[in-house]
């Protein structure tokens, strides 16, 4: 009976020496069991940590070129565009009425100044000619003639041989044959004159833009025939919004971009803002006299660039723009490790983006971004850093 | 014998005795057990039904000070008539309002819908003509998605995944009980017309009418049908873009004789928007075994959430949508696509659940052998066969009821362990007792039925008393707690009636069948300690040993006054010096803030639990474009990815992630917007795992926090799911004012004072940055000349701004709409403050640039006019990595309380008080604590109440019984003395005393007075049977000390596998060091007490003799 009571005793001893135990802490109960737990833990994670971080250590650092992102001052423009024309452009019609002989020049033609661009067919000058010529002759022969009475005649009214009114008459006879003889030499010269207007050659040296006319119409004065552009001054004609023009005045300086000529900025003079503008779109015309470059064509589209301000930005080279999960942005390297970090890009600026938001100046970038790199990559850098 | 009248015990002990239904009853309520184990549904906590909705009205173009004024100020006076509305918060923003209705905890959510929908639609005129309809959306936590997978993959874009992810969606909306399947982080198809304004510039073609060709282009007619050749016939207009390229070549216009077409002025693309506002990127973490691998970080993710319906097991749900989910990966997912579960309720319910049965069942197995030792195996395994009845009937009316299995139910189980043991041990002991000592010719029947009578009302009065305490519960408790805790209030009850029914009903049929009178006699020691046990009415048994150290300790106190006054000393100072653990915080010199004392015991809410998941939140200046809130995330991912406990995280830029329960309540599950984004980081299964996730976003803090800092203004939080009810921050200010502009100075001053206060981590404010608005204002006159419209200017600006969707484009094979937006693409992103380059054509069809009709004017954004309680509000909060809010509210209040608040006086401070204060602006500015703090007083209130009232209750019952005012008093000594154990004990474990703990103390009462009933019972018994007082209290002390030691030590052991939970642990400490120091203080200070009122009775009677 005893013992069996002392057995329960001890038991129940043992029970609230465990309890004990337990109410110690759960802070160091949970603690001795936690490093049991953790200890396994550890071992797994071990394990784990090795298998997983295997790659990670084996992967190779990528080489590649760095770049410095710099903020950069660009100048905040505001574009107008317009079309660049030819200031000399000459339409070339005929003087004489007659049917075109021949018109050999074609659009696009060169010229230089007195080549001859097409001749009127000259068959009824030259009848008027040979006719003016006769005419010349008869007034000839009727002047020598009249130049004979009055010499005879000075002659005889001395003598009384006749009255000196005919030698009056005479006299009046042979000035208005002279004055016949002159006309008709007019006239002759005149319808060699017309002989000139025949051939019609280019006044500047220029292109042919257009050619109207075709060989075996009939040219008719007035009625243009072919257009020949002047290249000695280009000008670039655009309409400049009212609130700009303050920025312009004749004789600035001003660039104009023209498109088709892979953004190629132009050095432009204003030559004069033309002083009406126009009430409905509140613009005026403003003419820049251009540079000479084979290259500006008349008629290409342009802008020009009106500076406004300044404004700092951060830009990075196109090529350093990769495009990783749908997002643009660039590799920042950091800590030996290239980060991709999402970019809000804006503007191009030649080969290079304006970036709006997602880089600060001073930061390195991969200058070029490669399909191995990835987030996290470790990089080597090649070169120096630019 | 003679039949004495049997109560309610006895009368159901006779009938079941015998009786052939005892079995039918056992098997049916072990069916009915099964089958409430498999149907209830089953949660990781209890629902808290919160109803609340959104009613959203727009009031185009106007400002938010209009908004305020016009719209949200009426409806908030109308919702707030509303019955059962708890709090009203609204947001007025520019062209729109907000007002959020939160209903109180526990209203009927269908009713309080209804209830609002019918006053916002009443009060539709009201409103001002222009206001849009109202927009009611519930916020409703069964919406919450309860399991979400991502798709990822290093060789599919967004849109590719998004699109398998639609196929994946579709068959899941079929599974049975699937609500909401909704898709996150995805991008959608887009035929992008990207119009270059130079480009439309050069060809003379305005963006009005490059805009208006496309629109008018895109058009698929359904005409009347004709009659031909005798038969119907159908005619269809089809003038719809079928691809891109219809759209490129669109002719827009004619310029000089020659075609333009879209292609010459814009760029269309098809597919994913090139500028996507919103991504989701997913990484594998050290945690998991795939990452290390290339391609495993930083991939495009697509989530698929799905969300249950009310009332579904989410264990079901989530089984049949994960097993759905493997089907399709099997069949059509792409063998590149992996597919991973990154939230899944349905098993973390489960995984809870089991381990709590599994807790259970561990400790019944421990007060199983704690029985075998005292009882022997025979009664003890008849107490353990009802045990789990008990627990089938309580699981069952729980179905019934519509209380779910979750470990708010669970933990209630495990805490009705230790006290429904005590019915069985009582009649179980009482038949054993008699079957020893009574009679052996009596008939055994009629002495098992006399046994379970003799003790019938005794324990019916105590088990009286546990249930009273804990239905008090119940019905104290308000808001969220109550719906947290209303488990425990009606499992306990309901547990203590089943175990009283079940004792009555089973153990005496049991005991009848299995235990033998006869063989006692043979079983020497089991007689001997039985004797022990007997009263002494049937005789003494020779003490045994535990006996006779508690009477040679007895003796002393009972002898000697002097003994007795310094043990009673003694009992005050170690009362004293506990609740001193509790309180020294409050008093000590150095002042409230700060670290706990070495000592200390801190007094929270409710702990942080270990889980497998934390969010982090953040939050940049308004004025951060997405790239950077992208660049900070990537930065906090690259310290994930050392960590490693971290087996994923799913990033989410420009929008919140898919909504949490906790984000849903704290306002953070509906952000949009540039500057925000969230990064889920789900952990290495807790099991797993050596630290907890408490420890590892402990740790994380600090790093977190080297980040931040780089970045001014940007808020990062890392949230941890709370145990319980959400919150919207730990430690709130709300500040009140009539001025917003002071508001905004208060609330820096306010956000100063957190940043210097101990242990804050996390701070938020809702004062948002000024975010720079130019305002375009067109010079009417000047366009009216121009020949231009107001609204022209507002087309040409729609599409420069954000771009403009023009129709659908109808494409074959594609199962959601495809849109075709017109947009300025940011290439060519035009300068709002220079608008040359934007042309609009006027009436005679001449291009006029828009910098000519308008001026563009530099200012800010309207600021959002918060509201709560229809008072002006702003709000500064924060969270806590290692304290508990009340120092740090307590700490802060000190600083704060009669500040100069911007109107040149003193800043009033409020809501610490137990009941809640409303705002109040009349006197200035207020500001009023919430958060957990106000949680925290609420609770402690309703627990306080819910104690009292209980303790009251008892008294009253008490004095009924003993028909004394005293002798309740003597038997509820016990319940103070409980606090002598309970510091010392969060102390000695290292755990916060919290809200649990409270509870804790509510049912440590009801088991402590139980004791002392039982020894008080057996005095009075004693005297009844003509023992003097100074023997009686003796005897009874004695005697008494074996069943409650037993009794003791079930509770313990039932609750010791409780304290290892961060919540429950709480309750388990409570119980468990509160038991033991008042039972170990009870045994000698109930008896003593009685003696010594009993004494002064007597004399009083006496002398009163004398005197009569």
């Keep these: 009976m005893n013992r069996f009571i002392t057995h329960t005793l001890s038991r129940l001893r043992a029970m609230s020496a465990e309890l004990e135990g337990n109410a110690h802490g759960t802070g160091q109960g949970m603690r001795s069991r936690s490093v049991l737990v953790l200890s396994i833990c550890a071992c797994l994670l071990a394990a784990c940590a090795d298998h997983s971080g295997s790659p990670a250590s084996a992967s190779v650092p990528v080489t590649a070129d760095v770049a410095v992102v710099r903020l950069m001052q660009l100048p905040v423009t505001s574009d107008v565009t317009g079309s660049i024309v030819s200031d000399g452009r000459i339409n070339v019609t005929t003087r004489v009425l007659g049917f075109i002989r021949q018109l050999d020049v074609r659009e696009g033609q060169p010229v230089r100044k007195g080549d001859l661009l097409l001749r009127i067919d000259a068959s009824d000058i030259d009848a008027a000619i040979v006719q003016a010529a006769a005419g010349v002759q008869v007034a000839q022969e009727a002047w020598q003639d009249a130049q004979y009475d009055v010499r005879q005649n000075t002659q005889l009214v001395p003598v009384g041989a006749i009255p000196a009114d005919l030698l009056r008459k005479s006299r009046l006879r042979e000035e208005t044959t002279r004055a016949a003889l002159e006309q008709a030499r007019a006239a002759l010269a005149a319808a060699q004159a017309q002989r000139n207007y025949v051939d019609i050659t280019s006044p500047v040296d220029g292109v042919v833009v257009s050619v109207t006319g075709r060989s075996g119409e009939m040219a008719a004065p007035g009625a243009p025939l072919l257009t020949v552009e002047s290249r000695e001054v280009l000008l670039f004609k655009t309409f400049v919004p009212e609130h700009n023009l303050a920025a312009i005045k004749a004789g600035d300086s001003v660039s104009v971009r023209v498109d088709a000529l892979g953004d190629e900025r132009f050095k432009g003079r204003v030559r004069g803002v033309v002083p009406s503008g126009d009430g409905v779109s509140r613009r005026n015309e403003v003419d820049i006299v251009l540079p000479r470059d084979a290259r500006l064509l008349p008629g290409m589209f342009g802008r020009l660039e009106i500076l406004v301000d300044e404004k700092p930005v951060i830009t990075v080279p196109r090529a350093a723009l990769v495009r990783r999960g749908g997002l643009d942005g660039v590799f920042v390297l950091q800590e030996g490790v290239a980060r991709f970090r999402w970019l809000r890009t804006g503007k191009h600026l030649g080969d290079a983006l304006e970036v709006s938001a997602g880089l600060l100046d001073g930061e390195t970038i991969l200058a070029r971004a490669t399909d191995v790199v990835r987030d996290g990559t470790p990089i080597q850098v090649v070169g120096s850093v630019r | ?1108």
């Excluded at chain 2, 009060?123 to 069964?142: F, G, H, N, Y």
């Excluded at chain 2, 599974?175 to 990207?194: D, F, P, Y």
């Excluded at chain 2, 649990?996 to 039982?1014: E, K, Q």
Aim: proline content about 6%; aromatic content about 6%; charged content about 20%.
């Design chain 2, 1 to 1108: 014998m003679t039949a004495p009248r049997l109560n309610f015990a006895g009368l159901l002990a006779k009938y079941f005795i015998t009786s052939k239904l005892t079995l039918v009853f056992i098997i049916a309520v072990a069916l009915l057990g099964v089958m409430a184990v498999l149907q209830t549904p089953r949660e990781e906590n209890p629902q808290i039904v919160v109803p609340a909705a959104a009613v959203v009205v727009g009031l185009p173009g106007a400002s938010a000070a209009e908004v305020e004024s016009l719209v949200v100020t009426p409806l908030e006076g109308i919702l707030s008539e509303l019955p059962g509305v708890d709090h009203i918060e609204s947001a007025s923003h520019n062209s729109q309002g907000m007002v959020q209705v939160q209903f109180k905890v526990g209203e009927s959510k269908e009713a309080s819908l209804v209830k609002l929908y019918d006053r916002v639609m009443a009060s539709r005129a009201w409103l001002p003509a222009e206001a849009t309809m109202p927009l009611v959306q519930s916020v409703d936590a069964d919406d919450v998605p309860i399991v979400t997978f991502t798709l990822t993959s290093s060789t599919y874009d967004a849109y590719a995944l998004n699109r398998v992810a639609e196929r994946m969606a579709e068959r899941l909306r079929s599974a049975e009980n699937v609500s909401v399947v909704s898709l996150r982080g995805g991008l959608h198809r887009e035929i992008a017309i990207e119009l270059d304004p130079d480009r439309l510039q050069a060809y003379g073609v305005t963006l009005g009418q490059a805009r208006a060709a496309v629109a008018v282009s895109n058009l698929n007619v359904p005409l009347p049908p004709t009659v031909r050749g005798g038969q119907v016939q159908a005619i269809k207009l089809e003038a719809a873009y079928a691809s891109a390229e219809d759209v490129r070549n669109q002719l827009i216009a004619v310029h000089d004789n020659r075609p333009v077409y879209v292609r010459d002025v814009a760029t269309v693309t098809d597919g994913a928007p090139s500028e996507p506002a919103m991504i989701s990127r997913f990484s594998f973490g050290p945690g998991d075994p795939r990452a290390g691998a290339a391609d495993t970080g930083d991939l495009p993710a697509v989530t698929v959430s799905v969300a249950k319906k009310k009332g579904a097991n989410a264990v079901v749900v989530a089984d049949a949508v994960i097993k759905r989910m493997q089907h399709m990966q099997a069949t059509f997912v792409p063998q590149d696509i992996q597919v991973i579960v990154t939230r899944n309720d349905g098993q973390k319910a489960d995984d809870a659940v089991n381990l709590l049965l599994e807790h259970l069942l561990i400790a019944l197995g421990t007060v199983g052998l704690v029985l075998i030792f005292f009882l022997g195996w025979r009664e003890a395994l008849i107490v353990m066969v009802t045990v789990p009845l008990i627990m089938a009937i309580t699981l069952a009316a729980n179905l019934l009821g519509g209380v779910t299995i979750n470990r708010v139910t669970l933990f209630a189980l495990i805490l009705a362990l230790g006290l429904l043991v005590d019915a069985g041990i009582v009649v179980i002991e009482n038949i054993h007792r008699h079957y020893a000592s009574g009679n052996p010719k009596a008939d055994k029947v009629a002495v098992t039925i006399l046994a379970t009578n003799e003790i019938g009302n005794a324990t019916n009065l105590a088990t009286f008393a546990v249930m009273l305490v804990f239905i008090t519960l119940a019905v104290a408790l308000t808001g969220m707690p109550r719906q947290y805790f209303f488990p425990v209030a009606v499992t306990v009850p309901m547990a203590m009636a089943a175990s009283i029914l079940v004792a009555y009903v089973v153990t005496p049929w049991a005991a009848n069948r299995w235990v033998h009178r006869h063989a006692i006699r043979h079983d020497e020691p089991q007689a001997e300690s039985s004797h022990e046990d007997s009263p002494p009415t049937h005789g003494h048994g020779v003490p045994g040993r535990l006996e006779r150290v508690y009477l040679r300790l007895f003796g002393p106190l009972q002898q000697c006054k002097r003994v007795r006054i310094v043990f009673g000393v003694a009992v005050l100072l170690l009362l004293m010096l506990s609740t001193l653990q509790g309180a020294w915080q409050f008093v000590r010199p150095s002042g409230v803030g700060g670290s706990v004392s070495a000592l200390g015991v801190p007094i929270g809410f409710l702990p942080k639990d270990n889980q497998n998941t934390f969010n982090v939140v953040v939050s940049m200046p308004e004025t951060t474009p997405v790239e950077n809130t992208d660049r900070l995330v990537r930065e906090i991912a690259a310290v994930l990815a050392k960590e490693p406990q971290v087996a994923n995280w799913q990033t989410w830029i420009g929008q919140a992630g898919v909504a949490d329960f906790n984000g849903l309540f704290k306002g953070t599950a509906a952000r949009a917007g540039s500057h925000v984004a969230e990064i889920r980081v789900n952990l290495v299964d807790k099991h797993q795992r050596k630290q907890s996730s408490i420890d590892i976003v402990r740790e994380l803090r600090p790093k977190v926090e080297a980040i931040r800092k780089a970045w001014p203004g940007a808020e990062v939080a890392l949230v941890e799911q709370p145990p319980g009810p959400p919150l919207r921050a730990t430690v709130l200010a709300e500040l009140y004012g009539p001025d917003a502009e002071g508001l905004r100075v208060l609330s820096a001053q306010v956000r100063k004072a957190f940043e210097q206060t101990y242990d804050t981590t996390d701070i938020t404010d809702s004062e948002p940055e000024d975010v720079l608005e130019h305002h375009v204002i067109p010079d009417k006159d000047k366009a009216a000349r121009s020949g231009v419209s107001v609204a022209q200017i507002a087309e040409a600006l729609q599409l420069v701004y954000g771009g403009v969707t023009l129709g659908r484009a109808h494409l074959p094979d594609e199962k959601l709409p495809v849109p075709v937006k017109a947009l300025v693409p940011r290439r060519a992103e035009v300068d709002p403050a220079r608008l040359d380059r934007v042309f609009v054509a006027n009436t005679a069809g001449q291009p006029v640039p828009l910098a000519e009709l308008v001026k563009v004017l530099p200012a800010s954004v309207d600021r959002p006019i918060l509201h709560r309680d229809n008072e002006k509000v702003t709000f500064v909060g924060a969270e806590l990595s290692d304290s508990v809010p009340l120092y740090a509210v307590l700490d802060l209040q000190r600083r704060l309380q009669g500040i100069i608040a911007p109107d040149g006086r003193p800043l009033r401070t409020g809501n610490l008080r137990f009941k809640e204060d409303s705002p109040d602006t009349i006197d200035g500015y207020q500001l009023l604590w919430g958060g957990e703090m106000r949680m925290t007083l609420d609770v402690y209130r309703d627990l306080s109440i819910s104690l009292s009232g209980a303790l009251l209750i008892i008294y009253f019952v008490l004095v009924a019984y003993y028909r004394s005012f005293i002798v309740p008093m003597v038997a509820m000594s016990a319940v103070p003395l409980g606090i002598i154990g309970i510091f010392p004990g969060y102390w000695l474990v290292g755990m916060d005393f919290s809200a649990t703990s409270m509870v804790g103390i509510v049912a440590l009462a009801g088991v402590v007075i139980r004791n002392s009933l039982l020894i008080i019972d057996f005095i009075q018994d004693n005297i009844r049977h003509g023992m003097p007082l100074h023997e009686a209290v003796r005897q009874a002390g004695a005697v008494r000390l074996r069943p409650i030691l037993l009794t003791m030590l079930a509770i313990i052991f039932g609750s010791a596998i409780m304290v290892t939970d961060p919540v429950f642990g709480g309750l388990a400490i409570s119980l468990i060091f509160g038991t033991l120091a008042s039972t170990a203080l009870t045994v000698f200070i109930v008896p003593l007490l009685y003696e010594l009122h009993a004494r002064r009775h007597e004399a009083s009677t006496a002398t009163g003799a004398d005197h009569a």
